[in-house]
């Protein structure tokens, strides 16, 4: 399964500034932010984006990244695929519905940056490590990044018809500079 999640939606991104930041309390549209998954089988959008993304170029020792995304906001272009992957069987999201990531550290290796951090999906909270890219697009800087993940690890495990979406879930982000809430 592939999960798309705009880093840029969840990540950072800044030009020719040294620093930026935001907080947002909701991210309400696409064109702001985007958080995108695939799988063999499935792929679609959350929607549901909050929190703080707080970064300076020049001092990443300072980064602050704390997001959430409502799993109830899922969208895979098909209404019973959308409550299946609600469901308990799935990613729970009566039980669990937040998506959460924490960041520990941001650091720039050679010429890639990377954010360390906490993923929580269902129960199960992993360290993960997400390259980046600051990025420009119409004149608004954005983070964006990719990450893989194996969906059976976070005990997204599916119905029996499982095995035709696929383990792996591919997630892309790109999340806004300087956002502004509506």
């Known amino acids: 399964m592939k999960i798309n999640i705009p880093i840029a939606s969840l990540m950072m991104t800044a030009i020719s500034i040294s620093s930026y930041s935001y907080y947002s309390e909701s991210y309400t549209s696409t064109d702001q932010y985007s958080i995108q998954f695939s799988t063999k089988k499935a792929d679609g959008n959350l929607y549901g984006l909050k929190g703080i993304v707080s970064v300076d170029k020049s001092n990443l020792i300072d980064a602050k990244i704390s997001v959430v995304a409502?799993?109830?906001?899922?969208?895979?272009?098909?209404?019973?695929?959308?409550?299946?992957?609600?469901g308990k069987k799935w990613?729970?999201?009566?039980?669990?519905?937040?998506?959460?990531?924490?960041?520990?550290?941001v650091e720039k290796i050679n010429e890639q940056h990377q954010v360390t951090g906490k993923l929580t999906i269902k129960d199960v909270t992993k360290e993960v490590i997400i390259p980046f890219n600051f990025t420009n697009k119409d004149n608004q800087e954005y983070l964006e990044g990719t990450l893989s993940l194996n969906r059976e690890e976070y005990n997204i495990n599916g119905n029996f018809f499982g095995f035709a979406v696929g383990k792996d879930i591919e997630v892309n982000l790109s999340i806004p500079n300087q956002f502004k809430s509506s």
Do not use: M, Q, S
């Open 70 to 86: 409502d799993v109830n906001t899922i969208k895979t272009g098909n209404d019973r695929k959308d409550k299946h992957a609600k």
């Open 91 to 105: 990613f729970d999201a009566e039980t669990y519905p937040n998506i959460k990531f924490e960041a520990l550290r």
